[in-house]
């Protein structure tokens, strides 16, 4: 029963707590992050495994004052729990609820609106900087970062710009596990540290003398210094960390509340950076999820869990654009020998298990390391491969100047494939993939399609794998439209027109094509002759058919799920410009110039006017406008 939690006030109250007391309060979150479960698919077995280390953190620290961010952010149920928004907890991820990540408009205990992950250390470092330089130096700075995304690269540039930081802790939140399990050398390394018990006996017992003994000195303190050093190198524990100017502590207990607050107690006013090492266990709390923490990474509610138990498999059930996509990309590879697949810790995401069990030997995931996958994929393809990044559209951003200039510029072969292109629903304005027609098709060289429907998603990829050159192919998170009708082939820089349209046309280039449809037929009903275009391509574009319709039926209206600035609709509007084309009422919808917050796909469609009835409104105004 769920008591202490909801008559929790402040976070402050944590620290009369006792143990068991916090214990206690452990047990409800975890009933209160189950309870979500029965009504809304979330982020849970994360949220699971970071329950005891939320709650000493804040019986500790003063988290008004206090510094604290959470990367990568999807694991900060627990800390909204005891924040204050207890209340609210049963809206989250849902239009005009709390945010599944952290968001400062929420709370003044979150500080960043964190979803991409690595970029912690760095704002806490800065965090700690200006806190300094202001005359507040006696203010805390902690990041929890988790093991997974611990390898990216900006990590370590933080830390290695780190110096002497006092007030400054970093806490390496160890559960063996990214979304999926993690992969790589660092992840060994740590594994190593996990497993040498004698080397966290030791700190437990010496650490307290360790810290006191100087570095430099007379005769016996320089020994002792030696001795010290000599003892860590000797158990090969943490000396990455310690290299790089951090003290290392661990590996702790992240379960033993207790324990926790006796560290974080022992480390919080050290004169030095201190990483913490923890470890927790994904999922903890609940037996299914600790057993299988991949799939109940963001599991569907417990009711459908239970109605699938029970529901035969349904062969006809339409299928998702990243299955088209897993699909197409695996029979690819059965093809050609060259043809590899790169992801960047999404594997699961992108449902590629069965591609990385078939060819393990040409699939390639990388960890949280976006700009290196981009890079690692165009020595493949100077080597002779054919190598696809399939990441998601939001995530590829981290890796925008490796796509500038290892890709672009050598025009190497080198597929995208930009999943959660578009409107992420429940995910919001950090997974909203909305900008990546904007930013890639500023370069040169760079081909961008994107799929009106399923069955042209197979035919993209095989074309891209024609080319001598780079190609994006983006398609949004969720089932895929057919539309039955027969598909011509892919031709560079050719549209499908599905309609001539004396009235006026739709332009529509990706994923709304259905949208697009549904509303020319609401048109016809107003006695519109209202042609569609599947436009396939961003660049080139179909400069023969676009110019030619806006000298014919005068109304075009681009479609895009986008943001219009630099996106589809100007590309449009720029052919349309150049070519002396003025006379023509041009409509652009997509995603205005603001971050758009979260919601079910369908409602963030229908409030920007991007389904079937704000299509067929817009193209009514435009129309008006054109017979005035």
Request: with cysteine.
């Given at each position: 029963m769920i008591q202490r939690l909801a008559e929790l006030q402040s976070p402050l109250e944590l620290h009369q707590m006792?143990?068991?007391?916090?214990?206690?309060?452990?047990?409800?979150?975890?009933?209160?992050?189950?309870?979500?479960?029965?009504?809304?698919?979330?982020?849970?077995?994360?949220?699971?495994?970071?329950?005891?280390?939320?709650?000493?953190l804040h019986s500790v620290f003063d988290f008004r004052r206090d510094r604290l961010i959470w990367d990568t952010g999807h694991q900060i149920y627990p800390h909204k729990?005891?924040?204050?928004?207890?209340?609210?907890?049963?809206?989250?991820?849902?239009?005009?609820?709390?945010?599944?990540?952290?968001?400062?408009?929420?709370?003044?205990?979150?500080?960043?609106?964190?979803?991409?992950?690595?970029?912690?250390?760095?704002?806490?470092?800065?965090?700690?900087?200006?806190?300094?330089?202001?005359?507040?130096?006696?203010?805390?700075?902690?990041?929890?970062?988790?093991?997974g995304a611990f390898p990216s690269g900006m990590v370590f540039e933080a830390m290695n710009n780190a110096g002497r930081k006092k007030r400054l802790l970093m806490i390496l939140n160890d559960n063996k596990m990214s979304i999926c399990p993690r992969v790589g050398s660092v992840a060994g390394y740590l594994d190593r540290l996990r497993s040498n018990p004698l080397y966290a006996g030791l700190k437990n017992e010496v650490l307290k003398v360790l810290n006191h003994v100087p570095m430099f000195g007379d005769p016996v303190e320089r020994f002792l210094a030696q001795m010290k050093e000599a003892v860590k190198a000797g158990l090969h524990g943490g000396m990455l960390f310690e290299e790089l100017g951090f003290r290392y502590i661990g590996p702790v207990d992240g379960h033993d509340i207790g324990l926790l607050r006796k560290y974080l107690k022992m480390v919080k006013d050290a004169q030095q950076p201190v990483l913490l090492h923890v470890v927790t266990e994904k999922g903890h709390g609940f037996q299914p999820a600790a057993e299988d923490p991949v799939f109940f990474h963001t599991p569907p509610t417990l009711k459908q869990l239970e109605s699938k138990k029970t529901e035969p498999p349904s062969a006809d059930r339409p299928r998702v654009y990243t299955v088209w996509a897993r699909d197409a990309i695996r029979a690819a590879m059965e093809r050609d020998p060259r043809v590899t697949v790169l992801t960047a810790a999404m594997c699961q995401g992108n449902k590629l298990e069965p591609i990385r069990e078939a060819f393990p030997e040409r699939f390639f995931d990388t960890g949280i390391c976006e700009s290196h996958t981009v890079a690692f994929a165009a020595g493949q393809a100077k080597a002779g491969m054919k190598p696809i990044v399939d990441i998601y559209s939001t995530f590829l951003q981290r890796s925008y100047d490796q796509i500038f200039q290892e890709v672009a510029l050598q025009d190497l072969p080198v597929t995208m494939m930009m999943d959660r292109a578009g409107l992420t629903g429940p995910d919001g304005p950090t997974h909203h993939g909305v900008f990546d027609i904007t930013y890639l098709r500023v370069f040169p060289h760079l081909v961008l399609m994107a799929p009106g429907e399923g069955r042209e998603l197979p035919q993209m990829l095989d074309f891209a794998l024609t080319r001598s050159g780079p190609t994006a192919i983006r398609y949004p998170k969720t089932t895929a439209w057919e539309s039955g009708g027969e598909l011509p082939p892919i031709e560079l820089g050719k549209a499908h027109l599905l309609g001539p349209g004396r009235d006026g046309v739709l332009l529509c280039y990706g994923a709304l094509l259905e949208e697009c449809v549904g509303a020319a037929e609401q048109l016809r009903e107003d006695g519109y002759d209202v042609g569609v275009a599947n436009m396939r391509f961003a660049k080139?574009?179909?400069?023969?058919?676009?110019?030619?319709?806006?000298?014919?039926?005068?109304?075009?209206?681009?479609?895009?799920?986008?943001?219009?600035?630099?996106?589809?609709?100007?590309?449009?509007?720029?052919?349309?410009?150049?070519?002396?084309?003025?006379?023509?009422?041009?409509?652009?919808?997509?995603?205005?110039?603001?971050?758009?917050?979260?919601?079910?796909?369908?409602?963030?469609?229908?409030?920007?006017?991007?389904?079937?009835?704000?299509?067929?409104?817009?193209?009514?105004?435009?129309?008006?406008?054109?017979?005035?």
């Open positions: 006792t143990v068991r007391e916090l214990e206690s309060l452990a047990d409800e979150i975890r009933e209160a992050l189950c309870g979500l479960l029965t009504i809304r698919t979330a982020h849970f077995a994360s949220n699971l495994g970071v329950v005891e280390l939320c709650l000493a729990l005891v924040t204050g928004r207890y209340a609210q907890f049963e809206t989250i991820r849902t239009k005009g609820g709390l945010m599944g990540y952290p968001n400062p408009h929420e709370s003044e205990y979150d500080l960043f609106m964190t979803g991409h992950a690595g970029a912690s250390i760095s704002t806490v470092l800065g965090l700690r900087s200006g806190d300094d330089l202001q005359g507040e130096s006696d203010r805390h700075a902690v990041a929890v970062i988790g093991d080139p574009l179909d400069r023969e058919l676009i110019l030619e319709l806006a000298d014919r039926c005068g109304v075009l209206i681009t479609v895009e799920e986008g943001c219009l600035i630099g996106g589809f609709g100007s590309a449009v509007l720029e052919l349309l410009e150049a070519s002396g084309k003025t006379h023509a009422i041009v409509r652009r919808l997509g995603i205005p110039d603001r971050f758009v917050e979260h919601g079910s796909r369908a409602e963030l469609l229908s409030e920007l006017g991007l389904d079937a009835q704000g299509i067929a409104t817009a193209f009514r105004q435009a129309r008006m406008k054109c017979e005035v």
